[in-house]
């Protein structure tokens, strides 16, 4: 049961041959089991889940119940949570209980979803690796020696290890489809304003966007449906008209042009990656599918533009961290300035630290101009490259990683290095664009490999049934890493 999709625990749940406290207790015996190998749970509360499974069994006999209703999920701890923990990954927030709930948590909520617990995360999101976490790395189900990605790997790893049918994850530069990809789970990062930011503490607020990590590109429509939508208490909310992210999941594929951007088969990709993507390329044409060579021309400057824009935001954001409002104060100190100064040097971990500095230079008097608007204006080309790149084509297809997971401690001590994993992601934040990662391959060491696909604006559904077509014909989503079957 463990490895079952969302739709058929729906349906069990409806026909009674489960209960959502059953469900929701299976998957909390697996936690208790696993998590002292995996680290991917921060927080857990095992009578509030208990008490929402309840909850939701009476939902299901009274017969209102919504399609997720009792589905257990585990929720990233960027996202405030009432009454529960919310850490972000940070010493700076380590008691801090939110008062209010995410826009996302309430949309769960009141789908009857039952939340499992708080998952671990690289600091303020920041990381590609699960390392920075003041509550401790995360390992890797394929490898624990490996990382899962970050910053979002909590998450990730939950899912893969199938501790949780479903999760929520957020994406600033690849934190949803970099760690999907590392273990060998399917994530999208939603079009820009798809999903409200409310609750969700801020890293880089122009770049954040919060979406699904799941087994299959099915479930991620399935909490698609639940977690979109225009919230007015986001002022980059969208105001659309809500649609069913299930619609396109059988369209064939006959046809579909899909674009392979020639700088993400260059240097730098490992030729392992390099294969699976070939052979899931070759899948698509089985399907119908015919590719076109196109360029991205400025992409190769996305790094470096997302390391002035993203840290530029984290510094303002960040500043509410004071030692005054919430969150860690310093126990010592000798006047206000002393109380900040100690706060923040002693509640926020080195990789935060330096985004702050780095973003605080990049906005300082006589550096805004030679960096911080310099960097604005090739998010413009960059974006640019994209438009232009779908009028050739319909998706995009690339890697969504360099290589696979590398091993802890493997890149802590060369941030540039741990920068380079989202070469291939970043863009798609800079542009705003929807992106997905789905597994399509093993390494020879066992360690996963994804697959990216990019669409165009609000082609979320498209891209989810380009995704599900791949699921119909192949079975690397179906796979599990042999120490947590049991
Ligand atoms: N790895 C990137 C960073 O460290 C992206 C993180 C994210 O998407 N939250 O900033």
Known sequence: MINYGLSRLSSMLASRQISSVELTQLFLERIQRYNPST??????????????????????????????????????????????RTT?????????????????????KQAGMVNLGKTNMDEFAMGSSNETSYFGAVSNPWD???????????????????????????????????????????????????????????????????????????????????????????????????EDYTRLLDQPLAGLKIGLPREFFAAGLSDEVARSVEAALDEYRKLGAQTVEISLPNSSLSIPVYYVLAPAEASTNLSRFDGVRYGYRAPNYDDLDDMYEKTRAQGFGAEVKRRIMIGTYVLSHGYY?????????????????????????????GPTTPDTAFNRGEKTDDPVAMYLSDIYTIAVNLAGLPGMSIPCGLDHRNRPTGLQLIGNYFSEAHLLGIAHQFQQATDWHERMPDAFRG
């Open 39 to 84: 680290n991917a749970f921060i927080t857990l509360n095992e009578a509030a889940s208990l008490e929402a499974a309840a909850q939701a069994d009476m939902r299901l006999a009274d017969g209102n119940a919504a399609p997720l209703t009792g589905i257990p999920i585990a929720h990233k701890d960027i996202f405030c949570t009432e009454g529960w």
């Open 88 to 108: 972000c990954g940070s010493k700076m927030l380590e008691n801090f209980i939110a008062p209010y709930d995410a826009h996302i948590i309430t949309q769960c």
């Open 144 to 242: 624990l020696a490996a990382v899962p990605g970050g910053s979002s790997g909590g998450s990730a790893a939950a899912v893969a290890a199938r501790l949780a049918p479903v999760a929520t994850g957020s994406d600033t530069g690849g934190s949803i489809r970099q760690p999907a990809a590392l273990t060998g789970i399917t994530g999208l990062k939603p079009t820009y304003g798809v999903v409200s930011r409310y609750g969700m503490i801020a890293f880089a607020s122009s770049l954040d966007q919060a979406g699904p990590m799941a087994k299959s590109a099915e479930d991620c429509a399935l909490l698609m449906n639940v977690l979109a939508g225009f919230d007015a208490r986001d002022s980059t909310s969208l105001e659309r008209q809500t």
């Open 369 to 397: 101009d030679a960096y911080y608007l310099q960097a604005q204006k090739i998010r413009r080309l960059i974006a640019q490259d994209f438009t232009q790149a779908f009028t050739q084509c319909d998706v995009i297809m």
